[in-house]
């Protein structure tokens, strides 16, 4: 038995078909545009900050969902994140040759830290690799991160650099947590 069917029946059904997954890909923008929501990030001295670290994973996650790595820093735009300066320090090192062929062939510049090889997270930290989280402070150094009191911070920022060089991490395992004076705390990553 042979179906055929009328030319009104295969347009009506493709018509449906064009409405459903049309709808699908406007869920999926809009469930895009939900996980990009980061207007409740605030910022002190040029660095994000935010109340916990849930929310800190969340905006990472969004980043990673909608992949990009461009907040909305609308508020603030003098912000320029670790990556975006990555990338402009490393255009820098190119000459205008290279760059005109980076550009004509539509090539991507993905710049990698020494330190920090997520480079969604690159997003969230400024260019001194700072955030806070919470009422904490974090400043990632050469072979780990440093902690401490936001509170603390004004009174500690001319002597935290010679807090961190002061470190001795040849003798520390990865994970371990040294106290520092002033309660700054050093932790070992690598």
Known sequence: ??????????????????????????????????????SFIQFTDNILRFNSLEELNQVVNSL??????NLNT????????????????????FTDEELTIIQEEGLLYEPEDSLISDPYYCAVLNKDRE?????????YVKDGV????????????????????????????AGETVTLRNDVQFTKLV
Request: a negative charge; glycine letters at 2%; one cysteine or more.
């Open 64 to 69: 990673k969902i909608s992949d990009t790595y």
């Open 131 to 139: 955030i806070i989280v919470g009422n904490n402070y974090y400043r």
């Open 74 to 93: 609308k508020t603030t735009p003098d912000f320029v994140s670790l990556r975006q300066s990555l990338i402009e320090q490393g255009l820098r090192n």
């Open 1 to 38: 038995m042979i179906n055929i069917y009328s030319t009104k029946q295969v347009l009506y059904s493709t018509y449906a078909l064009v409405l459903v997954l049309c709808s699908c890909n406007r869920e999926l923008e809009l469930e895009r545009d939900s996980h990009n929501d980061t």
């Open 146 to 173: 440093i902690k401490c009191n936001v509170s603390d911070l004004m009174t500690l920022e001319d002597t935290l650099d010679n807090q961190i060089q002061s470190i001795d991490t040849s003798e520390l395992s």
